[in-house]
């Protein structure tokens, strides 16, 4: 075991969405960070895939082995790289709506309120949309929040296409959004580009330590406080201290990872007196759907279109039924590969040429539903291996979407003849994972407090998509960034 004689004001684990983001903002305030990310730097860029690349290869899933409700395994739709998921998502930043904070019926059940509500982040929104250069239009949505300011940038230009589908929809009588996308010099902007390097160019105080898999989290005596911070290095174990410790994961594997480090004061894993770290997993229910392009499109082109209205129900289903976007182009879209039966199927059967003709003969839409926090659906651990015990729920509200979505492009596009194959994700795709370490002020009904810090150990915090206590249906990253940029205050505060 090599100990590290440095000793740092905060240990971050994981540069995704929450993690990269904090690097940077805390830095920039001065403090001395270790960050220690379990991946490499990736030389593929989120917005340069390699067309159909993606549907033959395995490049975009994680390394490693989990198991479903049945124990059947599988390998997680996951990125472990310096700018974890960020590095593969296609650059949506939403807000979640005004009353997606608040407690709201669904048909299967409550959606819970949140503790802080939306004017208590929009400001960091307002941050978070201007450090990841969102570019984008207010006004279209009748779903919008309110906001402080403008986009910081206009929006990304729709393709011909899309502009057509839109000019349809609109004679339908919905309406139609610009979607908002951060977009910088290189493309989609991420973690990695936006969070983590710039610390390091400026000369800051961070130390970047890749490769470095954190396998347990130690505690002093008392188990109120982390002492020591394990990591597997390139074969070696080493211990680091600081005194911050920022869990940042992704809300799986920071459940994971504190249910690893029991110890005799934590006996069902870290900061799990309320037996809540790892349930609630949500992770959204995706459905895509194909539907004939006007015309051939280059299949590489940014997603640029949502349609909220039946976001909290449609004439006769009082209530909500979630999100509509464009897929962009479908050559460039990770999780596409995993589901639409057309192309999947077809992605193993046939060559690169006659694949990438489909693709550019058609568009997809992303059906997103939010699912309802179940302590049953869950990550959990036997025999160190990681278990997702997911069953999806709100069934009827994501069906309800599907068919009217159906309805609807049956009457804006005549010439499919009806046709529009759909696929719905399988338990691999986790893409909009969140709510394993819920924040909260009772801590018997939550693992976080509202700053993020768990309720049992005073030096722990978890700052990614775990402490969502709903899922909403709009995209999550956004409100990942802006509560980190939000905790980043709090804990600069702590520091000085
Ligand atoms: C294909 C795809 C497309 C998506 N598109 C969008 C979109 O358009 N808009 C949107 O809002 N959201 C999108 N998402 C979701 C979005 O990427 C996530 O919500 C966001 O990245 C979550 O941030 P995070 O900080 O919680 O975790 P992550 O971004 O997953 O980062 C976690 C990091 O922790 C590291 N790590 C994990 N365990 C350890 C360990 N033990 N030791 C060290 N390091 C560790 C990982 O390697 C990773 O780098 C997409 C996701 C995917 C996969």
């Known amino acids: 075991m090599i100990i590290d004689d440095r000793y740092y004001d905060v240990i971050i684990v994981g540069t995704g969405a929450g993690g990269g983001t904090l690097t940077r903002k805390l830095a920039e305030a001065g403090k001395k960070i270790l960050v220690l990310e379990q991946g490499e730097f990736t030389e593929k860029e989120s917005s340069e895939l390699v067309e159909v690349e993606i549907f033959k290869k395995e490049d975009y899933h994680a390394p490693e082995t989990w198991y479903d409700s049945a124990g059947e395994p599988f390998k997680p739709q996951m990125s472990y790289c310096v700018g974890g998921n960020t590095k593969i ?121 890749t490769s470095a898999k954190v396998v347990a989290l130690h505690t002093n005596p008392s188990g109120r406080e982390v002492k020591a911070v394990e990591a597997q290095i390139k074969g070696q174990s080493y211990l680091f201290m600081g005194h911050i410790v920022v869990v940042a994961c992704g809300a799986i594997n920071s459940a994971a990872l504190l249910l690893r480090s029991a110890n005799e004061k934590h006996p069902q894993g870290l900061a799990n007196s309320s037996d809540l770290v ?43 039924m979630g999100h509509v976007q464009d897929s962009g182009g479908i050559l460039q879209d990770v999780i596409f590969s995993e ?88 338990i691999q795709v986790v893409a909009h994972q969140c709510g394993t370490c819920r924040f909260g002020e009772d801590p018997k009904s939550s693992v976080l407090d509202l700053n993020c810090r768990t309720h049992d150990v005073d030096n722990l915090y978890i700052v990614d998509s775990s402490f969502f206590p709903s899922s909403a249906a709009v995209s999550p990253a956004l409100t990942v960034i802006a509560n980190a940029l939000r905790v980043a205050e709090h804990l600069i505060e702590q520091l000085n």
């Open 89 to 209: 998502y296609s650059g949506v930043l939403l807000r979640l709506r005004e009353r997606d904070f608040e407690e709201v019926q669904h048909q299967d059940g409550i959606s819970p309120e949140w503790p802080l509500k939306y004017q208590d982040f929009e400001p960091y929104y307002t941050e978070a949309e201007k450090l990841y250069r969102a570019c984008g239009k207010a006004g279209d949505d009748p779903t919008e929040p309110p906001r402080s300011e403008d986009y910081p940038f206009p929006p990304v230009d729709r393709i011909p296409q899309i502009e057509e589908i839109g000019d349809r929809l609109s004679k339908y009588e919905l309406h139609p959004a610009y979607l908002p996308i951060g977009i910088g010099d290189e493309g989609r902007t991420d973690a990695e580009d936006t969070g983590v390097s710039p610390a390091i160019r400026a000369g800051l105080d961070v130390t970047l330590k």
């Open 278 to 320: 790892g349930r609630n997993l949500m992770k959204q229910l995706m459905t895509v759907i194909l539907q004939r392009s006007p015309q051939p499109n280059s299949g590489l082109f940014q997603r640029t279109m949502y349609v909220n209205d039946f976001y909290w129900g449609d004439k006769d289903f009082p209530y909500p």
């Open 339 to 426: 589901s639409p039966p057309i192309l999947s199927v077809a992605a193993k059967l046939m060559p690169g040429f006659s694949l990438k003709q489909l693709a550019k003969s058609s568009l997809g839409w992303w059906l997103q539903t939010e699912d309802l926090p179940d302590p049953n659906n869950r990550v959990s651990l036997s025999e160190n291996k990681l278990h997702l015990n997911y069953t999806p729920n709100n069934l009827e509200a994501h069906d309800r979407l599907l068919y009217r979505w159906q309805e609807v492009l049956k009457a804006t596009d005549k010439e499919s003849l009806g046709i529009h194959p759909y696929g719905t994700v399988p």
